[in-house]
């Protein structure tokens, strides 16, 4: 049943498209700001979930059909919120590779202004790059995140299952300049896989070797194929638009998250 915008909670069903960066938080500790589109092209943000403490048939996957039972949240009034019951969800199908593109289609803008003037939060943008940039985090920045990690890890639980934010805070960020209807936009990834690729590919190729693969793969391999951002609003900043993910549509016409 499609939801009313009057309710206050429900359970409903989504396919999942955004799984960013693992972060620490006071209240919730580790979590996974995930979001996805519901069954009738809406989009829905789910928060908190913390993966480690998941049941392993819980841990969802981008293009996993997932079910769950949710609330509107008391602190976040952007309209596609929503407050997970972790414990309700349930993995109940998976998009098939020939229908991602037509799926999509009805989702991709080009003005980010738009979709704020609309009241929403949640976009896939159609952008057109023009730089993938990598900047060396300044020495106090990576202290404090650092710091962070040491503290939490310091205080988990032998019977949690290990945590998914990594032991060592990335020292680069990853960012995109690129141009909408808008105009010119300079934003940072938050995309969880485009900081683990760096992080596997520093234990296969080194930190310089790393960097060279990233500047390439995402600079100039993705783009060419057709690379499309999801966006999400910042909490706080609601006028901010992140990078969440990144959705590449093939020229075949099928399309992958990375």
Known sequence: MQENSSDKSGETEAIILIKATPVIGTKHGETVCCAGVDLYGNWLR????????LDEGKKFKRWDRVKFRWRRPSEDA????????SQSLE????????EKARFLDQLIVT?????????????????EILDFKIEKKSAEALAEEQAKIDLFHEQGDMFIPRPAIPQRACPFSFKYRYRTDDGLRLGTCQDWETEATF?????EYGEVGALQHMKTQFGDVL????????????????ETWLIN?????????QASLL
């Open 46 to 53: 789910m928060y908190p979930v913390s993966f480690r403490v």
């Open 78 to 85: 952007r309209r596609e919120s929503r407050h997970v019951d």
């Open 91 to 98: 993995i109940v199908g998976r998009m098939k590779a020939g």
């Open 111 to 127: 003005s980010l202004n738009k979709q704020f003037e609309g009241g929403r939060s949640l976009a896939l943008l159609k952008p």
């Open 199 to 203: 992080f596997k590919w520093r234990r």
């Open 223 to 238: 783009p060419e194929r057709g690379l499309y951002f999801a966006m999400g609003t910042h909490s706080r900043w609601q």
């Open 245 to 253: 993910g990144l959705v590449q549509l093939k020229q075949s016409a």
